[in-house]
């Protein structure tokens, strides 16, 4: 009888160990930074970190016919309005990612830099309200000195949080949410200007829409805040007895960066220039070559960021399972140049399959291209990077952006196709010399993960060995306690660092295998 007594005893102390674990567990996924809870929280706010900034920047898109309209403006006037976006980010972008890695860290330079791309929208839909143009183009100004540097910010949290194996998969599920931003931005902006002018019956309802609009940019100025708190609770328990020192960072650095990472710059360039300029003119140029209503238009340029953001997480899971970066980097490129050659001359063809295709290779693209910088780039050089490449990306998006709406005036839409061909024809060159170099320099851009794992493993091991034998140098003591290692020991080491199990003959001791009669 007593036995059964403890026996029932035991287990209930067993459900409640079992109760307490479960409990435990969870708490420490909820809380700890490395628990898939606190991190997939952490990812979600990253991903709408920039879903504000992605709705506003494209709001003069969705409403281009009504600014047009209402304020009178002629098509280079309104291309002024993503040419100053863009052009401040040419010396800002360097001075945005530098500020991040030397002076504010990310968390302030993530707030600081989503506050300015509030205040630029507040300001962008000022100027509507008041019609003055010079104000409107003072907010986008502010807004992209903001939008731009925040994305380096976004782009740095990520690498910080999870690079490793699903960093692509990662930054497509980044792009994904930012182009969520995009396609509502134009699925949603026609209607609520129509509704605040009918319903509400504000005669002038496009400021008041884009007021609206700015409410986006709060939420995602809200994200940053959360943000920063988890990274600081990860920093403080993850990192707080990390050691590990690295250069300071200087801008003269720069000319230090690789000829790879300005090959990926000048992809960068000349791909976007294909994608946003388009965007930016879509309604007009739907609306003029084939013969849609502003609704229409508005609904068929939502489509590339729509699928976008549909296949983005998925791709970027693909080419982190896959790796070859580089092949879906020219894959991507040549959908691109499909699409736009199908825009351009082939009038029959439903143009929604060449946007789809278009959003296909735009996902292909943003999902393998971005991660390679961390591959080519020391990571705490990673926010002076990603802002060079913001940089040199906003210097040809304002000027070519520019060219775009001459283009459209002087020449025509057909035109205007050839012109994004001949842009993607110079991504796609650079891309196949990218291809070339790293083949003959065996470098991990095109490898499969297993094989950059290995490559790692190996640049690890040349490091602890060179590591060893410079010790050994500057050691004074002639003791056999202290008497240099071979590179059999050396070896052995590292093995027992990285966690592999060492031969059950070896003597520590004697650092030598010994063999039993």
Not at 63 to 90: A, C, F, G, M, R
Not at 333 to 350: K, Q, R
Request: aromatic residues 12%; charged residues 15%.
């Amino acid at each position: 009888m007593e036995e059964a007594v403890d026996t029932n005893v035991s287990t209930e102390d067993n459900i409640n160990n079992v109760d307490q674990g479960s409990t435990s567990n969870l708490l420490h996924s909820v809380s700890h930074p490395s628990g898939i809870i606190f991190k997939s929280i952490g990812l979600a706010l990253l991903c709408f970190l920039g879903f504000g900034s992605y709705f506003c920047y494209d709001n003069p898109a969705a409403l281009q016919s009504h600014i047009k309209e209402d304020l009178n403006l002629d098509t280079s006037q309104y291309t002024l309005l993503y040419s100053v976006y863009s052009w401040p980010n040419v010396i800002l972008g360097f001075i945005g990612g530098f500020l991040i890695d030397r002076v504010f860290g990310i968390r302030w330079g993530s707030n600081i830099y989503m506050g300015l791309t509030l205040l630029g929208q507040i300001c962008f839909s000022t100027g509507v309200w008041i019609k003055s143009l010079p104000v409107m183009l003072l907010g986008r100004f502010i807004f992209g000195i903001g939008a731009e540097s925040l994305a380096v910010a976004q782009n740095n949290y990520a690498v910080l949080w999870f690079k490793g194996k699903v960093l692509n998969m990662v930054f497509g599920l980044q792009l994904s949410f930012a182009r969520v931003g995009s396609t509502v931005n134009f699925l949603v902006m026609e209607g609520l200007y129509d509704w605040v002018k009918d319903k509400v019956g504000l005669a002038d309802g496009l400021a008041f829409t884009l007021y609206i609009a700015t409410l986006t940019c709060v939420f995602s100025f809200i994200c940053s805040l959360l943000l920063g708190l988890m990274d600081k609770r990860s920093e403080r328990i993850l990192r707080v007895n990390d050691t590990v020192l690295s250069d300071p960072v200087k801008m003269s650095d720069i000319r230090f960066f690789s000829g790879k990472f300005w090959l990926i710059t000048i992809i960068i360039v000349f791909f976007y220039v294909a994608i946003f300029p388009f965007v930016a003119i879509g309604q007009d140029f739907f609306m003029n070559k084939f013969k849609m209503s502003s609704y229409e238009a508005n609904r068929i340029c939502s489509i590339i960021y729509l699928i976008s953001g549909i296949a983005s997480p998925l791709l970027g899971l693909l080419v982190d399972r896959t790796g070859r970066n580089l092949y879906w980097i020219i894959l991507g490129i040549t959908f691109t140049i499909i699409a736009h050659g199908a825009l351009g001359f082939i009038i029959s063809l439903n143009p929604y399959y060449a946007v789809s295709l278009m959003g296909i290779s735009y996902s292909i693209l943003a999902s393998s291209l971005w991660p390679l910088v961390s591959l080519v780039i020391p990571e705490h050089q990673l926010g002076t990077a990603y802002g060079v490449c913001s940089a040199v990306q906003n210097a040809g998006l304002g000027l070519l952006t520019l060219l775009v709406g001459v283009v459209v005036q002087e020449f025509g839409y057909t035109w205007l196709e050839i012109f994004f061909i001949c842009n993607l024809s110079v991504a796609l060159v650079a891309s196949i010399i990218l291809f070339i170099l790293n083949s003959f320099q065996k470098d991990v851009l095109n490898m499969s993960p297993a094989a950059r794992i290995r490559h790692k493993q190996r640049a690890l091991a040349a490091q602890i060995l060179e590591r060893e034998k410079l010790n050994v140098q500057n050691s004074q003591d002639t003791s056999s306690e202290f008497s240099q290692p071979s590179d059999f020991h050396i070896r052995n080491r590292y093995l027992s660092r990285i966690g592999a199990q060492l031969p059950s003959s070896y003597n520590p001791e004697s650092r030598r295998l010994t063999f039993l009669r």
